[in-house]
């Protein structure tokens, strides 16, 4: 059974930083391309930072292009996602995403609040 458990969340000031850690079980996590999503209140999840088997290739929401960073540990299963000079528009539950045979496995969020 696939599992992804998400941390890190919490509220930080704007201009803040914190770090999301999405950490995988039963799969073969390096052959997963993994990603971190987002969904605000009404509307439809949105592609945040995404990062290939390897590690070579990432790709970044125009939004947070520069601020944030994606990055995979596969000898811990676990892909986080450093974000930096946060904003509170940036407030929203974060989720994790495995794409592996075909297949898409979902963490449960973490919430991440910007507010002063």
């Known amino acids: 059974q696939v599992q992804l458990v998400e941390s890190g969340g919490g509220l930080v000031q704007p201009g803040g930083s914190l770090r999301l850690s999405c950490a995988a079980s039963g799969l073969i996590f390096g052959s997963a391309t993994m990603s971190w999503y987002r969904q605000a209140p009404g509307k439809g999840r949105e592609l945040v930072a995404g990062i290939s088997i390897t590690g070579a290739t990432t790709k970044y929401a125009d939004s947070v292009q520069g601020r944030f960073n994606i990055s995979r540990d596969d000898a811990n299963n676990t892909v986080y996602l450093q974000m930096n000079n946060l904003e509170p528009e940036d407030t929203t539950v974060y989720y994790c995403?495995?794409?592996?045979?075909?297949?898409?496995?979902w963490g449960q969020g973490t919430q991440v609040t910007v507010s002063s």
């Open positions: 995403k495995s794409h592996i045979w075909g297949t898409d496995y």
